[in-house]
Nanobody
Framework: QLHVAESGGGLVQPGGSLNLSCAAI????????IGWFRQVQGKLHHGVAC????????YYEASVKGRFTISRDSAKNMVHLQMNSMKPEESAVYYCAAKGYERTTVDNMCITREDRDYWGKGTLVTVSS
């Protein structure tokens, strides 16, 4: 069964760091653009970070630039989101999604409401003291 799966969520203090992972099951991630999205109170927001796993091109939402880093690990077929200096308002369920890299751009993957091929089930991140 083809899907993606998130891991790494948890409780972190304000100013702390967390690393999320998105693993591909039955997919070869290098052929996909991967995005990380937040859901707060049932509302899915735009992507915070997206990466074209084929060419490494990246997009970051303005509010996370300089603090979050999205990266690919082709050997492990995973994409990671390193989140530093976290803020309480960034508490959310974080989802990763995948779409064939030839059918989107990192900007469109993160910003638009276009369909994505695969969604994970999400991982909860709570930023609180």
């Amino acid at each position: 069964q083809l899907h993606v799966a998130e891991s790494g969520g948890g409780l972190v203090q304000p100013g702390g760091s967390l690393n999320l992972s998105c693993a591909a099951i039955g997919l070869t991630l290098v052929y996909f653009t991967i995005g990380w999205f937040r859901q707060v109170q049932g509302k899915l927001h735009h992507g915070v970070a997206c990466i074209n796993s084929y060419d490494g091109n990246k997009y970051y939402e303005a509010s996370v630039k300089g603090r979050f880093t999205i990266s690919r690990d082709s050997a492990k077929n995973m994409v990671h989101l390193q989140m530093n200096s976290m803020k309480p308002e960034e508490s959310a369920v974080y989802y990763c999604a995948a779409k064939g890299y030839e059918r989107t751009t990192v900007d469109n993957m993160c910003i638009t409401r276009e369909d994505r091929d695969y969604w994970g089930k999400g991982t909860l991140v709570t930023v609180s003291s």
